[in-house]
């Protein structure tokens, strides 16, 4: 079934839920994140200060992160000037292979990397074809979306599979 690529581990509303403590729970040590609908709306061109408090505690928890994005390297570089965290453009997502390249760079491997997508059909795609813990922002709470209805209506239909699995007691953090 087509849902073992789409379905992520973990679907959370905002990127604040994942803490220090998550990624200690889960032997996590490398967070590879998109911005478009993760880090900031899509289009957004620099980030609230809400995640530079993030990416501080992050960091505090011994956590390394990295942007992967799709976004050109003007755009991406706008919005991580500031940012304490290396940042990756033009990923080509769900092609795998900036994201392999960024992980490697942190250290990282699939057993204690985690990729944070907007997107279940570019970022968890990508993200679970390595084997990594994949999370995903609700598509159900974007406030911003300029992506075409079929993108929308497929990604309903994994987020309600990964609910449906939630509600029958796994799949929780």
Same mark, same amino acid.
């Given at each position: 079934?087509? %849902?073992? &690529?789409?379905? *992520?581990?973990?679907?959370?509303?905002?990127?604040?839920?994942?803490?220090?403590? &998550?990624?200690?729970?889960?032997?996590?040590?490398?967070?590879?994140?998109?911005?478009?609908?993760?880090?900031? %709306? &899509?289009?957004?061109?620099? *980030?609230?200060?809400?995640?530079?408090?993030?990416?501080?505690?992050?960091?505090?928890?011994?956590? !390394?992160?990295?942007?992967?994005?799709?976004? %050109? @390297?003007?755009?991406?570089?706008? &919005?991580?000037?500031?940012?304490?965290?290396?940042?990756?453009?033009?990923?080509?997502? *769900?092609?795998?292979? @900036?994201?392999?390249?960024?992980?490697?760079?942190? #250290?990282?491997?699939?057993?204690?990397?985690?990729?944070? #997508?907007?997107?279940?059909?570019?970022?968890?795609? @990508? #993200?679970?074809?390595?084997?990594?813990?994949?999370?995903?922002?609700?598509?159900?709470?974007?406030?911003?979306?300029?992506?075409?209805?079929?993108?929308?209506?497929?990604?309903? !239909?994994? @987020? %309600?599979?990964? !609910?449906?699995?939630?509600?029958?007691?796994?799949?929780?953090?």
């Amino acid at each position: 079934m087509l %849902d073992r &690529f789409f379905v *992520p581990d973990y679907l959370i509303s905002s990127y604040r839920e994942l803490t220090p403590e &998550f990624f200690e729970c889960i032997g996590g040590k490398v967070l590879i994140t998109e911005i478009d609908g993760v880090l900031g %709306d &899509f289009g957004a061109e620099t *980030p609230h200060e809400q995640v530079r408090e993030w990416l501080d505690s992050l960091s505090r928890g011994r956590v !390394k992160v990295v942007i992967v994005s799709n976004r %050109d @390297a003007d755009s991406v570089g706008k &919005f991580a000037y500031d940012l304490p965290i290396p940042a990756y453009a033009d990923a080509g997502k *769900p092609s795998v292979g @900036a994201i392999r390249t960024a992980m490697r760079m942190l #250290g990282g491997d699939p057993g204690n990397t985690v990729l944070l #997508g907007g997107r279940l059909l570019v970022d968890v795609f @990508a #993200g679970n074809r390595l084997g990594l813990t994949t999370v995903a922002i609700d598509p159900a709470g974007r406030r911003v979306d300029n992506r075409p209805g079929i993108e929308k209506r497929l990604e309903k !239909k994994y @987020a %309600d599979i990964y !609910k449906q699995r939630k509600n029958r007691g796994s799949a929780e953090f």
